[in-house]
């Protein structure tokens, strides 16, 4: 909730400064994969970096997107609409 209201009390020119610095300073040319706040590289929670629960969340997300579109997914193969996601 802090995070929200200081976000909030931000100028638009200080919210905007960090997408304008990654999308035109080539101070930042070839660094990628990272989440940047305040023109800075942040470093959020462990969880962030673990690849087993990215794996779930993706698998996950898929099985969703499947569900909405009719479509179904089982063991990573599309399948028949209706099937056991499972």
């Known amino acids: 909730m802090h995070a929200l209201l200081r976000y909030s009390r931000r100028s638009p020119a200080q919210r905007a400064a960090t997408p304008a610095l990654l999308?035109?300073?080539?101070?930042?040319v070839g660094i990628t994969g990272e989440y940047?706040?305040?023109?800075?590289?942040f470093r959020g929670s462990p969880l962030l970096a673990d690849a087993g629960l990215a794996k779930r969340l993706w698998d996950l997300s898929a099985q969703?997107?499947?569900?909405m579109s009719g479509?179904?997914?089982?063991?990573?193969?599309?399948?028949?609409?209706?099937?056991?996601?499972?």
Request: with cysteine; aromatic share 4%; net charge negative.
């Open 23 to 28: 999308a035109g300073s080539p101070l930042v």
């Open 64 to 67: 969703i997107a499947a569900m």
């Open 36 to 41: 940047w706040s305040n023109c800075q590289i």
């Open 71 to 86: 479509v179904s997914i089982r063991h990573g193969q599309p399948g028949l609409a209706g099937e056991n996601l499972d």
